[in-house]
């Protein structure tokens, strides 16, 4: 089973920018479509944007402040995000699935096979 980690979240003013990433070890990165999720306290885990494995077809879900991107020579999957807001404050987390989640519903978290343990992203006014 392959493993996921991500890094780069931290605390940020109303209208900054942050860049997520995150780093795969034990997969065939470039065969899995990879999604980041987030998940604010008390609510339910959100789908924020997903890439296909070559990384030529991205997917972004409500927030278009924020790009995902990824760069298959270092296995690695960014989420850049800017302009962020108050309501942008959660945990991140990076996932991978081999088979093809879109046709499920990119935005089922069940669709999904590996995870990684979050990376905290706080946002204040």
């Known amino acids: 089973q392959g493993q996921l980690v991500e890094s780069g979240g931290g605390s940020v003013q109303t209208g900054g920018s942050l860049t997520l990433s995150c780093v795969s070890s034990?997969?065939?990165?470039?065969?899995?479509?990879m999604t980041w999720f987030r998940q604010a306290p008390g609510k339910e885990r959100e789908a924020v944007a997903s890439?296909?494995?070559?990384?030529?077809v991205p997917m972004h879900g409500s927030a278009a402040r924020f790009t995902i991107s990824r760069d298959n020579a270092k296995n690695t999957v960014y989420l850049q995000m800017n302009n962020l807001r108050p309501e942008d404050t959660a945990v991140y987390y990076c996932?991978?699935?081999?088979?093809?989640?879109?046709?499920?519903?990119?935005?089922?978290?069940?669709?999904?096979?590996?995870w990684g343990q979050g990376t905290q992203v706080t946002v204040s006014s």
């Open positions: 996932s991978a699935a081999e088979t093809n989640p879109w046709v499920r519903g990119w935005g089922r978290a069940s669709n999904y096979d590996v």
């Open positions: 034990g997969l065939t990165f470039s065969r899995y479509y």
């Open positions: 890439i296909n494995p070559r990384g030529d």
